[in-house]
């Protein structure tokens, strides 16, 4: 069965620390997201990317890298994680990224940026 | 730019009654349309699409039919159970970008028992 996971599960840092999350989907889809969701704002698009290397900007991308390393595998990387930053994770992938595409997600990560 | 706005923040209905949660969108084009569900714990499942103007989507007893007259896409159920319990996003795959789906803020439904 097509799946995105995501690990860890959940993860606690200090401000100023270095956090990733990863996230790896055996659908073989080619595009991948990362989003995070917060009380109000629903889920917000960080990155995403749409293969091996490619990385596009997402809207809400300050403080935030990401890598694509091979086709199932995409990582968030927090360099200098602040409070604000404390959210739930979300990855996800879609196929061929057309208008008509779902999305498979993970089932997230929490951090918390303490 | 492009937009979708789910009007209810939060729903609580009893079992049995019966569901609408209304999106509008605003986009160019002719974006497909979709809704999410989220339950607790979870990720967003896809939930169902239309792609065209009067295409009805449905799966697990939600329907929602695409009205480019009056830019929505309204969430209904006839008849909710406890279970439906859970934060139901609609999106927006837009046809100019074609790999960045947009979605709506999400409304929370409780369904009491």
């Known amino acids: 069965e097509a799946a995105v996971t995501q690990s860890p599960r959940n993860k606690v840092t200090v401000t100023g620390g270095n956090v990733t999350l990863s996230c790896r989907q055996t659908?073989?889809?080619?595009?991948m997201y990362w989003y995070r969701q917060d009380t109000g704002h629903g889920l917000r698009l960080i990155h995403y990317?749409?293969?091996?290397?490619?990385?596009q900007i997402g809207d809400v991308p300050d403080g935030y890298k990401a890598t694509r390393t091979t086709q199932e595998d995409f990582f968030l990387l927090l360099e200098l994680a602040s409070p604000s930053q404390t959210s739930l994770y979300f990855c996800?992938?879609?196929?061929?990224?057309?208008?008509?595409?779902?999305?498979?997600f993970g089932s997230g990560t929490r951090l918390l940026v303490i | 730019g492009d937009s979708v706005t789910q009007t209810e923040g939060q729903v609580a209905l009893s079992e049995e009654d019966f569901l609408t949660i209304h999106c509008n969108y605003s986009?160019?084009?002719?974006?497909?349309l979709f809704w999410y569900v989220q339950y607790p714990g979870e990720g967003p499942q896809f939930l169902f699409r239309?792609?065209?103007?009067?295409e009805k989507g449905s799966s697990r007893g939600f329907e929602a039919t695409y009205d480019k007259g009056t830019t929505s896409f309204h969430l209904r159920k006839a008849s909710v159970q406890e279970s439906d319990s859970a934060v139901y996003y609609c999106?927006?795959?837009?046809?100019?970008?074609?790999?960045?789906?947009?979605f709506g803020k999400g409304t929370h439904l409780h369904v009491l028992p």
């Open positions: 986009a160019s084009g002719y974006p497909a």
């Open positions: 239309a792609s065209r103007d009067k």
């Open positions: 996800a992938s879609s196929d061929a990224g057309t208008a008509n595409s779902d999305y498979t």
């Open positions: 990317s749409y293969g091996a290397g490619n990385l």
């Open positions: 999106a927006l795959g837009p046809d100019t970008n074609a790999y960045k789906v947009i």
């Open positions: 659908n073989s889809h080619n595009y």
